[in-house]
């Protein structure tokens, strides 16, 4: 699992740990990390003797960062320049290394560079970029590298113009081929469009791990724990005690999505799947392994419930439900049923003891929230989920899943194929067979998403992708995954 931390919490680790070292250590350990890779980017491209480097240097340590990092590639024979953008604020100790080592100022942006180190700003920024700056962020994509290509962007710390503790971009802002942080990741570079902005995130180890006790701001699953989260059968399973999921979901208007959810429910570990409603005649002729009946009531055991997914808002879909939730089972709401709880008809039903799990798109959290999730994504998931008492997965590039208790992951698996007619049924069926495997909900939401967005990118390669893709490529996904 990764974490990354709010900028309020790096700086008090910082100050915790400045009390114990020289002055200016951790920015010789960031600035020799970031030279290090930027060395690196530059052998891969034709060598680091003689490439043109061009520093953009604000007027924080960030800046200060990047004139240390670039002494040390002019010593290793790089011709480095430095554009400052407030030249009465740059941070002089940095700039007197860069010139004692060869390097020198430019006033104006050069033509030509074969590596630009954004150190405009770094985790001091405060709203979005300030416009000498925009304009600067602006004139990069016209710089051309010695193979006659853009110009690769290594971003210090955070790419400069993205909101660092949300993942918001308000303005003009660095696309960087590679960030380069320090000490801990911060939420920019897992969340939001900024995350899409730093392209290949570095750490810098600065020696921060042991000082920084705040709980993370976010966390994001790794392979590794989705494997061993996963529920597989053991020597004495059988299929009731694997889970059985029942899927409320579909209707004579969208068959389809009861299809599509038990596809995903079938790609999940559960041992059975319950299908109740008017498309059980279809789901049975699709899927004959699925036991179906028309009405939640009608239907057999269960240990979980998804309800939603194609569902309608009529009277039908009001008293299905009223059933799922009147149950004291695990409860996945999606689409329709999240609609259905707007105006708060079944607001009794929310402070449930067993887990509630909510997957809105933007337009369904819009609906029960009030208001649309808005710049910080994080936070609104965050809200969303003590409101209703329900583990919500708001979907998106990075979907975020939040707890009532206040711990949000981002999925870093997520893909823009994924915005297709159905996608989300998939999801809902799959989630729902984790939740009545017994995996903890905010477990079942991460590995779904983290599964799901796997198998948008699979199903990718051969093309362009629908729903059913996207289910058949859970299986393959999870051979891999699971080896
Ligand atoms: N504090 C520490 O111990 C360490 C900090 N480090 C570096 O220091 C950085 C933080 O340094 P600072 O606190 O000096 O802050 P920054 O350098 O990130 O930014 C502050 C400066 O940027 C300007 N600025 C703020 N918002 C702006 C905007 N929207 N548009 C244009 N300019 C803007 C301000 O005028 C201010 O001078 C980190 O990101 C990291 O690169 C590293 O050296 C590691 C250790």
Same mark, same amino acid.
């Given at each position: 699992m990764r974490q990354a931390f709010r900028v309020a919490d790096v700086r008090a680790a910082e100050k915790t740990l400045m009390v114990t070292l020289p002055d200016g250590t951790l920015m010789q350990r960031a600035a020799a990390g970031l030279a290090r890779r930027c060395a690196l980017l530059l052998t891969d491209s034709g060598?680091?003797?003689g490439a043109r480097v061009l520093l953009l240097v604000g007027s924080g340590d960030n800046g200060g960062d990047t004139l240390y990092a670039g002494a040390l590639l002019a010593k290793r024979g790089a011709q480095v320049r430095a554009l400052l953008l407030q030249p009465e604020r740059v941070h002089l100790a940095g700039l007197a290394a860069l010139r004692q080592a060869g390097g020198f100022t430019v006033v104006d942006l050069p033509t030509r560079a074969d590596l630009v180190l954004d150190g405009i700003v770094g985790i001091g920024a405060s709203g979005g970029l300030r416009p000498p700056a925009a304009a600067l962020v602006r004139a990069l994509g016209g710089l051309r590298a010695r193979n006659g290509e853009r110009a690769p962007v290594v971003a210090v710390d955070v790419p400069s113009g993205v909101s660092v503790d949300t993942g918001d971009v308000p303005g003009d802002a660095v696309t960087a081929d590679v960030t380069v942080t320090f000490g801990c990741r911060k939420p920019a570079h897992v969340v939001g469009p900024a995350a899409a902005r730093c392209g290949q995130v570095e750490l810098v180890d600065i020696g921060l791990g042991p000082v920084l006790v705040a709980d993370p701001a976010v966390r994001v699953a790794e392979a590794a724990d989705i494997a061993a989260w996963w529920p597989v059968p053991g020597t004495t399973s059988d299929k009731y005690t694997r889970g059985v999921v029942g899927l409320a979901t579909g209707s004579a208007r969208y068959p389809g999505a009861a299809l599509l959810s038990t596809s995903g429910a079938l790609a999940g570990p559960t041992g059975m799947v319950r299908y109740a409603g008017s498309a059980h005649r279809e789901v049975v002729r699709a899927h004959p392994s699925v036991v179906a009946a028309p009405k939640v009531a009608a239907t057999g055991r269960v240990q979980a419930w998804v309800c939603g997914s194609g569902l309608g808002t009529d009277d039908g879909a009001r008293t299905e439900l009223r059933s799922v939730l009147a149950t004291a089972l695990p409860v996945l709401l999606d689409a329709d049923a999240i609609t259905l709880l707007v105006g708060g008809e079944h607001a009794e039903h929310l402070r449930r003891d067993a887990p509630l799990v909510l997957t809105p798109h933007d337009g369904e959290f819009t609906r029960l929230a009030?208001? @649309?999730?808005? @710049?910080?994504r994080m936070a609104a998931a965050a809200r969303l989920a003590v409101w209703t008492n329900a583990v919500v997965l708001l979907k998106g590039d990075r979907t975020i899943v939040a707890t009532p208790g206040g711990e949000t992951w981002a999925n870093p %698996?997520?893909?823009?194929?994924?915005? %297709?007619?159905?996608s989300g049924d998939v999801l809902a069926g799959l989630l729902g067979s984790l939740l009545a495997a017994g995996l903890p909900p905010v477990r079942a939401a991460v590995a779904a998403a983290y599964v799901h967005g796997l198998a948008g990118r699979r199903a990718a390669l051969d093309g362009p992708v629908t729903a059913p893709d996207v289910a058949a490529a859970v299986r393959p996904v999870l051979a891999e995954l699971l080896g």
């Amino acid at each position: 699992m990764r974490q990354a931390f709010r900028v309020a919490d790096v700086r008090a680790a910082e100050k915790t740990l400045m009390v114990t070292l020289p002055d200016g250590t951790l920015m010789q350990r960031a600035a020799a990390g970031l030279a290090r890779r930027c060395a690196l980017l530059l052998t891969d491209s034709g060598g680091v003797y003689g490439a043109r480097v061009l520093l953009l240097v604000g007027s924080g340590d960030n800046g200060g960062d990047t004139l240390y990092a670039g002494a040390l590639l002019a010593k290793r024979g790089a011709q480095v320049r430095a554009l400052l953008l407030q030249p009465e604020r740059v941070h002089l100790a940095g700039l007197a290394a860069l010139r004692q080592a060869g390097g020198f100022t430019v006033v104006d942006l050069p033509t030509r560079a074969d590596l630009v180190l954004d150190g405009i700003v770094g985790i001091g920024a405060s709203g979005g970029l300030r416009p000498p700056a925009a304009a600067l962020v602006r004139a990069l994509g016209g710089l051309r590298a010695r193979n006659g290509e853009r110009a690769p962007v290594v971003a210090v710390d955070v790419p400069s113009g993205v909101s660092v503790d949300t993942g918001d971009v308000p303005g003009d802002a660095v696309t960087a081929d590679v960030t380069v942080t320090f000490g801990c990741r911060k939420p920019a570079h897992v969340v939001g469009p900024a995350a899409a902005r730093c392209g290949q995130v570095e750490l810098v180890d600065i020696g921060l791990g042991p000082v920084l006790v705040a709980d993370p701001a976010v966390r994001v699953a790794e392979a590794a724990d989705i494997a061993a989260w996963w529920p597989v059968p053991g020597t004495t399973s059988d299929k009731y005690t694997r889970g059985v999921v029942g899927l409320a979901t579909g209707s004579a208007r969208y068959p389809g999505a009861a299809l599509l959810s038990t596809s995903g429910a079938l790609a999940g570990p559960t041992g059975m799947v319950r299908y109740a409603g008017s498309a059980h005649r279809e789901v049975v002729r699709a899927h004959p392994s699925v036991v179906a009946a028309p009405k939640v009531a009608a239907t057999g055991r269960v240990q979980a419930w998804v309800c939603g997914s194609g569902l309608g808002t009529d009277d039908g879909a009001r008293t299905e439900l009223r059933s799922v939730l009147a149950t004291a089972l695990p409860v996945l709401l999606d689409a329709d049923a999240i609609t259905l709880l707007v105006g708060g008809e079944h607001a009794e039903h929310l402070r449930r003891d067993a887990p509630l799990v909510l997957t809105p798109h933007d337009g369904e959290f819009t609906r029960l929230a009030g208001e @649309a999730p808005g @710049a910080d994504r994080m936070a609104a998931a965050a809200r969303l989920a003590v409101w209703t008492n329900a583990v919500v997965l708001l979907k998106g590039d990075r979907t975020i899943v939040a707890t009532p208790g206040g711990e949000t992951w981002a999925n870093p %698996t997520g893909s823009a194929v994924l915005a %297709t007619a159905g996608s989300g049924d998939v999801l809902a069926g799959l989630l729902g067979s984790l939740l009545a495997a017994g995996l903890p909900p905010v477990r079942a939401a991460v590995a779904a998403a983290y599964v799901h967005g796997l198998a948008g990118r699979r199903a990718a390669l051969d093309g362009p992708v629908t729903a059913p893709d996207v289910a058949a490529a859970v299986r393959p996904v999870l051979a891999e995954l699971l080896g």
